[in-house]
């Protein structure tokens, strides 16, 4: 599982994660992260005393309308509340949690918590498309602070964007195309994701010859 201490890349900071899956903690290194092989459950928070903050993202199929149901009861939704244990041992400046929508109580309970420690906390639903990412993902947030307030951050892409009295407002969602910088032919962009499909071609409506 991976829990970042300082995920902040381009802002001066530096980022430790926690991941117990051997090929992914290659492709975290071959990527640039410092990564500790270990479980982020049994491992002493202790060890990473005096970080800044703490990004968690902990496991979702428990929680997921797609997963299991069954919440914390769950074969890894237990994982939950384990970013709760680490923030009250360190008491990292930031903390940033993200999960599926059906955490959010969770997310709530832990966010009461964290004030009686001395943060400022929010806790909603963002929508990852608001923010420059190629996917409508929904995702329940928790933010909290020792040293400001905090608050819902404001989005900066829109679906529809609109011009207003103080400028040309926010840009235009970002497509998965955009983000490669491919330009598909102009029937893909009413043809259903080839995952739906079952089927990797991507060929023009009526095409009925072979690859």
């Not at 491992?43 to 997921?64: H, K, M, N, Q, R």
């Not at 832990?110 to 909603?124: D, K, P």
Request: glycine residues 12%.
């Amino acid at each position: 599982r991976m829990w970042d201490a300082n995920e902040a890349h381009g802002v001066g900071l530096t980022d430790i994660g926690i991941e117990w899956d051997r090929d992914a903690c290659l492709t975290r290194r071959a990527a640039g992260h410092l990564t500790v092989q270990a479980d982020v459950a049994t491992y002493p928070p202790e060890a990473f005393t005096g970080v800044t903050g703490l990004i968690a993202s902990p496991p979702c199929p428990d929680f997921s309308t797609a997963g299991s149901g069954l919440g914390r009861a769950g074969e890894s939704g237990w994982l939950v509340d384990v970013p709760r244990r680490w923030v009250e041992t360190l008491r990292p400046e930031w903390v940033a949690c993200e999960q599926v929508p059906g955490a959010l109580p969770i997310w709530r309970e832990h966010a009461h918590a964290y004030r009686e420690l001395g943060y400022s906390t929010w806790c909603g639903i963002l929508n990852s498309a608001g923010f420059g990412v190629p996917q409508t993902r929904k995702r329940a947030i928790l933010l909290a602070s020792q040293v400001g307030q905090v608050g819902p951050p404001a989005p900066t892409h829109a679906q529809d964007p609109k011009a207003d009295l103080f400028g040309p407002g926010r840009k235009p969602w970002v497509t998965m195309a955009d983000a490669l910088g491919y330009a598909p032919a102009p029937w893909c962009l009413d043809r259903p994701a080839t995952t739906l499909c079952g089927d990797p071609r991507v060929s023009p409506p009526g095409w009925r010859g072979r690859p």
